[in-house]
T-cell receptor
Framework: DGGITQSPKYLFRKEGQNVTLSCEQNLNHDAMYWYRQDPGQGLRLIYYSQIVNDFQKGDIAEGYSVSREKKESFPLTVTSAQKNPTAFYLC????????????FGDGTRLSIL | GESVGLHLPTLSVQEGDNSIINCAYSNSASDYFIWYKQESGKGPQFIIDIRSNMDKRQGQRVTVLLNKTVKHLSLQIAATQPGDSAVYFCAETEGFKTIFGAGTRLFVKA
């Protein structure tokens, strides 16, 4: 079945450590997104990519970095500069960016040790 | 379970009853709207969408109503089942900008 796979499901970060969250899709979608979900809040956009080798900052990009070397893959690195990284991170994709449904993975929960 | 549903409005319905979940959106220029369902520990799943040139759209057991005058969106679920228990949230899109609501937690009592 086509879909989006995020790994790992749970991740723990130590102080000063960078961690990378994986996101792979086999839907042949051009656009991919990373969101952060905190309790009681709507999804907030961290980064998005409309095409391979191109990505743009979203609303809360500080302390995060991404790459888009392959169409299928859009990994997110949470750097030590992100002082409040504990959250549920969701990766999504869509055919193109714009007014259409986004397909989501099942998320990675990041916690601080 | 996941804590994403904490501090959300809650709707509790009896199994078999109809559910109505409401969403007030913020941007009068938004022209595309989606409802998502998110179960505990999972990612959001698409339920139904509607464009601003429509007032109503029906799917299987679900209906979305759009009132642009008061910027209000609602999701109606017919004959609610225990498997419908989840957090439901709306999203509004204008061009390339999408804003997601925090959601409503639906409890279905057997």
């Amino acid at each position: 079945d086509g879909g989006i796979t995020q790994s790992p499901k749970y991740l723990f970060r130590k102080e000063g450590q960078n961690v990378t969250l994986s996101c792979e899709q086999n839907l042949n979608h051009d656009a991919m997104y990373w969101y952060r979900q905190d309790p009681g809040q709507g999804l907030r956009l961290i980064y998005y990519s409309q095409i391979v080798n191109d990505f743009q900052k979203g609303d809360i990009a500080e302390g995060y970095s991404v790459s888009r070397e392959k169409k299928e893959s859009f990994p997110l690195t949470v750097t030590s500069a992100q002082k409040n990284p504990t959250a549920f991170y969701l990766c999504a994709s869509s055919m193109k960016r714009g007014p259409q449904p986004q397909h989501f993975g099942d998320g990675t929960r990041l916690s601080i040790l | 379970g996941e804590s994403v549903g904490l501090h959300l409005p809650t709707l509790s319905v009896q199994e078999g009853d109809n559910s109505i979940i409401n969403c007030a959106y913020s941007n009068s220029a938004s022209d595309y709207f989606i409802w998502y369902k998110q179960e505990s520990g999972k990612g959001p799943q698409f339920i139904i969408d509607i464009r601003s040139n429509m007032d109503k759209r029906q799917g299987q057991r679900v209906t979305v109503l759009l009132n642009k005058t008061v910027k209000h969106l609602s999701l109606q679920i017919a004959a609610t089942q225990p498997g419908d228990s989840a957090v439901y949230f709306c999203a509004e899109t204008e061009g390339f900008k999408t804003i997601f609501g925090a959601g409503t937690r639906l409890f279905v009592k057997a």
